[in-house]
C-alpha cells in the first residue's frame, strides 16, 4: 500500500472514531412509547379524540412522547384494562366511572341511576370539586392519575318488546358492564343483572342469551345493537361518564411540565368527546325510527322514583358517604 493510500487510511479511521465519540458523547433525544387503551369502536368520537391528543402530546412535547392508541378491546375488557393499568402493561385508559369504583368505590356515584338529573348537572359535577376531591382519592388509592371526565350520554334500555314502566321489565334477563354499580338500576326494576363484556355484547342480544341491553344512543348506533334490538326505551336512567387515567408508572416519571401538558390536552379531547356526543345523541332518536325502530317515550318518573330509595343503600351497590351524595344533589 503506498503512503498516500496509508495516509487516508488513517485520515478516514481517525474521522470515524470522532463522529463516533461524538455520537456517545451527545445527549439522545429519548422517546417514551404508551399504550392507551380503549374498548369503543374507531368510529366514535373518544377514538377520535385520543388519535388528536396523541398528535397534539407529540407536538407540545416535541416528540418525546408517542401514545399508540388501541381501540375496540384490541389489549382486552374494560376490567382488564383497568388492572393492565397496575401492571403496566397498558399506560393510559377510557374507563368508565363504574369500573373505576370497583377500585375505589366513591368515584362511580354519578353512575347510580338518576342521580344526576341532566346534562346541566354533569357538567356541574365535572367542574365542581366534589369530582376533584373524588379523582384525588381515586389517585391516592391507586397512584394513577385522573386527567378528565368525558361524557358518554344517557343510557337507554334496548329490547324486542315495548317498555313503558317498571314493572314491563320484571324478570327480564338485561345485559350491563360487568361492574357491580349497574346492578342497582336492574334491582330498581326487577330485572336480572347479566353481565357482558362489551365486545360480546351483540352475539349475546343475536343468540337470545339476554333479552336486552342498555347504552346511550350514539353507542347503540356505532355498535349496531338496533340491528338485533327492536325497541328503544329513552330510559335516560344512568348520565354515564368515561375517566380517562394515566397509569402512576407513567406519570411519576413525568415532568411537571410534561405532567401539564398531558392534563391540558386531555381535558381538551374530554371536551371535543362531550360536545360530538352531546350533540350526537339529541338526533339520533329520529335516525333509529327512520331505520325502522320503536322509539318510546317511558314514565321516566316512575323509573326515577323506583331508583331513588336505593341510592344510598350499599346493599345495591352504593359505595360512597351520604355527605359526597349531598353534595352531588346540591350542585346547580
Same mark, same amino acid.
Given at each position: 500500500?503506498?503512503?498516500f ?9 481517525c ?10 458523547s451527545?445527549?439522545a ?9 380503549? $374498548?369503543? =369502536?374507531?368510529s ?5 379524540? !385520543? ?11 416535541? *416528540?418525546r412522547?408517542?401514545?399508540? #392508541?388501541?381501540?375496540a378491546?384490541?389489549?382486552?375488557? =374494560? ?9 403496566? %402493561?397498558?399506560?393510559?385508559?377510557y ?7 370497583s377500585?375505589? *368505590? +366513591? ?33 391516592? @388509592? ?8 368525558t ?5 337507554? $334500555? ?11 321489565m320484571?324478570?327480564? @334477563?338485561?345485559?350491563?358492564?360487568? &361492574? +357491580?354499580l349497574?346492578?342497582m338500576?336492574?334491582?330498581? $326494576?326487577?330485572?336480572?343483572?347479566? +353481565? ?25 348506533? &356505532?355498535?349496531?345493537?338496533? =340491528? #338485533? ?53 339529541q ?11 320503536s ?5 321516566? =318518573? &316512575? ?13 345495591? *351497590? !352504593? %359505595? ?13
Open positions: 500500500m503506498s503512503r493510500h496509508r495516509r487516508s487510511l488513517f485520515l478516514s479511521l474521522a470515524g472514531l470522532a463522529a463516533a465519540a461524538m455520537s456517545l451527545a445527549p433525544a429519548a422517546q417514551t412509547t404508551l399504550k392507551w387503551a380503549h $374498548v369503543y =369502536e374507531t366514535e368520537p373518544y377514538h377520535a379524540n !385520543a388519535l388528536w391528543a396523541a398528535e397534539e402530546i407529540a407536538k407540545r412535547t416535541e *416528540g412522547y408517542k401514545i399508540e #392508541v388501541f381501540p378491546s384490541q389489549l382486552g375488557n =374494560e376490567n382488564q384494562i383497568n388492572e393492565g393499568l397496575g401492571l403496566g %402493561t397498558v399506560d393510559i385508559i374507563t368508565g366511572v363504574a369500573f373505576a369504583g377500585i375505589y *368505590g +366513591p368515584i362511580a356515584i354519578s353512575n347510580a341511576p338518576y342521580v344526576l338529573r341532566d346534562f346541566d348537572h354533569w357538567k356541574a359535577y365535572r367542574d365542581s370539586q366534589l369530582f376533584q376531591d373524588l379523582a384525588k382519592g381515586y389517585d391516592d @388509592k391507586t397512584g394513577h392519575q385522573v386527567l378528565a371526565l361524557y358518554y350520554g344517557q343510557r337507554h $334500555v334496548t329490547a324486542n318488546k315495548e317498555i313503558k314502566k317498571p314493572e314491563d320484571k324478570g327480564m @334477563k338485561l345485559r350491563v358492564p360487568p &361492574a +357491580p349497574f346492578k338500576f336492574t334491582k330498581s $326494576v326487577g330485572a336480572n343483572a347479566t +353481565p357482558i363484556a362489551f365486545a360480546e355484547v351483540y352475539l349475546a342480544l343475536q343468540q337470545g342469551t339476554v333479552d336486552g341491553q342498555e347504552n346511550p344512543l350514539p353507542t347503540i348506533m &356505532a355498535k349496531k345493537f338496533y =340491528e #338485533v334490538q327492536s325497541h328503544i326505551m329513552l330510559t335516560g336512567h344512568i348520565t354515564e361518564s368515561l375517566l380517562t387515567i394515566v397509569g402512576g408508572h407513567v406519570w411519576s416519571e413525568m415532568s411537571p411540565e410534561d405532567q401539564k401538558i398531558f392534563s391540558d390536552v386531555m381535558k381538551e379531547a374530554a371536551a371535543r368527546s362531550t360536545d360530538a356526543i352531546r350533540a350526537s345523541e338526533k339520533l332518536a329520529e335516525e333509529l325510527k327512520k331505520l325502522g325502530k322509539v318510546v317515550e317511558v314514565d321516566r =318518573e &316512575a323509573f326515577r322514583q323506583a331508583a331513588i330509595p336505593l341510592h344510598n343503600d350499599p346493599d345495591s *351497590g !352504593a %359505595t360512597w358517604t351520604k355527605e359526597q351524595y349531598d353534595a352531588l344533589q346540591a350542585l346547580k
